[in-house]
């Protein structure tokens, strides 16, 4: 993990947990270090990011689980770190939003709290893999070959299959209630874009305040 603390955070703060994207496959929390920093200092809040393992190596649920380990350690060194344990959120982009996704699942399903969730074009649906493949839609830099290779990395095998593990594809959760206040943005041309907005959808519809 990597923790920014700006100067000047006042005691008993919020924090954000941060994970960052790739496609399960790429990334290092070490190059997002602008981002968390900028966000700790706007906040004034502590910022965590997690260095989380990568598939294919590394398939579902080690990323899960590394990021859940991160939540856990926030809450039980929340003292010792100046926070509110009331006011720890789960903050994520792309995979890293799946990734957030499935874990505030996780954190309610467990009693962890999470205050709120934000989730920054989040990947959260394996089936999108098949849906994009049949429409012959192209989309820019990650493309639905992109997609199969990134889900099959991640579940360990090909994406779309009639049951998924739990927490592995939030998209596939039954239901949303109980889940905290979330805000979703994603662009039009998104490769993410439908999902995305049928995530917002089912959380509305489950009572769950959501902006999209």
Do not use: K
């Amino acid at each position: 993990m990597r923790v920014y603390d700006p100067a000047g955070r006042a005691d008993g703060s919020a924090a954000l947990l941060y994970i960052h994207g790739g496609g399960y496959v790429l990334g290092t929390a070490a190059a997002d270090d602008g981002v968390c920093a900028d966000l700790a200092r706007r906040l004034g809040a502590l910022v965590v990011s997690v260095d989380y393992r990568l598939a294919p190596e590394h398939p579902f649920p080690g990323p899960h689980e590394d990021c859940l380990r991160a939540l856990r350690w926030l809450h039980a060194e929340a003292d010792e770190l100046r926070v509110d344990r009331a006011r720890i959120g789960v903050s994520g982009e792309s995979a890293g939003g799946g990734l957030a996704a499935g874990l505030v699942q996780r954190a309610v399903d467990d009693g962890i709290p999470v205050r709120f969730q934000h989730l920054i074009y989040p990947m959260l649906d394996d089936r999108t893999v098949l849906r994009a493949e049949d429409s012959g839609a192209w989309h820019a830099i990650w493309t639905p070959a992109s997609n199969r290779f990134g889900w099959t990395s991640y579940l360990g095998h090909e994406p779309g299959l009639d049951v998924a593990a739990p927490y592995a594809v939030p998209a596939r959760r039954e239901s949303l209630a109980g889940l905290p206040p979330t805000w979703i943005g994603v662009g039009t041309a998104d490769l993410f874009h439908d999902e995305d907005v049928a995530y917002s959808q089912a959380l509305r519809a489950a009572g769950v305040e959501c902006e999209l």
